[in-house]
């Protein structure tokens, strides 16, 4: 009996051992390669992690806060990637590729015991996601795809057709200005303003967190690997698309788009098409931060799909 019962405690302890963490409410930091990275959770409920993948790159997820309320049901992981928010900044341009953020993710998801989770992207972040799970796709139950940037090439014709659409003064600005690489110039400055409020962020004035996520914004990092704007990227990810890949996601999908997204709902919709368990919403009223513009439509979309996959 003794023997029987120091058997059951050893095997009582090895489950314990093994089993994840408890993600409990707690703000942090966590060392990956090149700095440390700062990450909050939020919520107490049981079901199964939401990590949010934020935008930019080099855009912190202050912007993201009205998705807190996700944590009504699950905890909820925000994360400022390297170089950005409260995380570390970097200047060694070695560190600010998307492999190295992948490799990070990972390094955060390991320090967190991250056994069953899904992923939350927007715009930058949809790439990080898509290669993290190209790569690392043990664990990952389902992924959000907010405003997706899959494919630069279709993302800068998109931002061209938005632009044809603003007055003859803004596009010319616009123009001018890309083509004699004078980035700084007032007049750029107030064009780029001016697209921003119309595809952006449409509701104004525009919210403290998406002022403290600007005020914040990680600028050597988004012009290094994208460009001085979300429509002129000469940067390495200039190159970056992955719709040749989208048919290897076998988890369930949902895309999210604004009514007047960067990300434009054709273009959505033909990634949506090459997702074989997917679907899409469109979120009415908003431009690329869809949660700004319409946060409860956008959180009931959220809810209704992981509620759908937790069948609730």
């Known amino acids: 009996m003794k023997i029987f019962s120091l058997l059951f405690v050893v095997l009582i302890c090895l489950t314990a051992c093994n089993k994840a963490p408890k993600l409990n409410p707690q703000e942090g930091f966590i060392s990956v390669k090149g700095g440390k990275v700062w990450y909050k959770i939020v919520g107490t409920g049981s079901e199964i992690p939401l990590v949010m993948l934020h935008g930019g790159p080099g855009v912190p997820s202050y912007y993201l806060?009205?998705?807190?309320?996700?944590?009504?049901?699950?905890?909820?992981i925000f994360i400022d990637q390297l170089g950005c928010g409260k995380s570390d900044r970097i200047t060694d341009t070695s560190l600010m590729t998307v492999e190295n953020f992948v490799l990070q993710l990972e390094q955060i998801k390991t320090a967190l015991g991250l056994s069953a989770f899904y992923i939350y992207g927007q715009s930058w972040g949809t790439m990080l996601a898509t290669d993290f799970y190209l790569t690392h796709p043990k664990g990952i139950k389902g992924i959000i795809f907010s405003s997706p940037a899959l494919s630069i090439k279709r993302w800068l014709s998109d931002a061209d057709t938005l632009i044809a659409t603003l007055p003859d003064s803004i596009q010319l600005a616009i123009r001018e200005n890309e083509r004699n690489k004078t980035y700084t110039n007032p007049s750029y400055v107030a064009a780029v303003d001016f697209y921003y409020?119309?595809?952006?962020?449409?509701?104004?004035?525009?919210?403290?967190?998406?002022?403290?996520?600007m005020a914040?914004?990680?600028?050597?990092?988004?012009e290094f690997m994208g460009g001085p704007s979300e429509f002129t990227m000469p940067g390495p990810l200039r190159l970056y698309d992955r719709t040749n890949r989208?048919?290897?996601?076998?988890?369930?999908?949902?895309?999210?788009?604004?009514?007047?997204?960067?990300?434009?709902?054709?273009?959505?919709?033909?990634y949506k098409s090459l997702v074989a368990n997917s679907q899409m919403v469109i979120i009415p009223g908003a431009g690329h931060l869809t949660m700004q513009d319409n946060p409860i439509a956008d959180i009931n979309a959220i809810n209704a799909f992981l509620n759908a996959l937790e069948n609730r």
């Open 65 to 76: 806060k009205p998705l807190a309320e996700l944590g009504k049901n699950r905890p909820v």
């Open 197 to 213: 409020k119309h595809f952006l962020a449409r509701k104004l004035p525009w919210s403290a967190d998406l002022d403290s996520a």
């Open 216 to 222: 914040q914004t990680g600028h050597n990092v988004y």
């Open 246 to 270: 989208l048919s290897e996601i076998k988890v369930p999908v949902l895309f999210i788009t604004g009514e007047f997204d960067e990300a434009r709902p054709s273009t959505v919709n033909y």
